[in-house]
């Protein structure tokens, strides 16, 4: 059972920056991927940035050169550093953590969302 609390988002002027935080009930060395999503309005949720246990990173080309992906596994948190943001970057934001279980096979869990409003 893995339960993630995000926080660290809200309103900020375009060119400004979020750091968004994932903390995780469990530690995230047992969580195979973690992966911040986001769902602008009127739009698909998609994919922003997502990392291994192995620490390896990807990203949205959307957002590649400006979001950073990171993990302290000491403190159990993912974050999501957003630089030079635009309004198009407004978003619902979710923490995701997928966990391939020996017997249930892949297990997904997903933090509640947090709301980024980006200004013009």
């Known amino acids: 059972q893995v339960q993630l609390v995000e926080s660290g988002g809200g309103l900020v002027q375009a060119g400004g920056s979020l750091r968004l935080s994932c903390a995780a009930s469990r530690s995230i060395l047992s969580i195979n991927v973690m992966d911040w999503y986001r769902q602008i309005s009127g739009k698909q949720r998609e994919l922003v940035a997502t990392i291994t246990s192995g620490g390896s990173t990807n990203y949205a080309d959307s957002v590649k050169g400006r979001f950073t992906i990171s993990r302290d596994n000491a403190k159990g948190t993912v974050y999501l550093q957003m630089n030079s943001l635009k309004p198009e970057d407004t978003a619902v934001y979710y923490c995701?953590?997928?966990?391939?279980?020996?017997?249930?096979?892949?297990?997904?869990?997903w933090g509640k969302g947090t709301l980024d409003t980006v200004s013009s």
């Open positions: 995701h953590a997928e966990i391939w279980a020996p017997i249930a096979g892949t297990i997904d869990y």
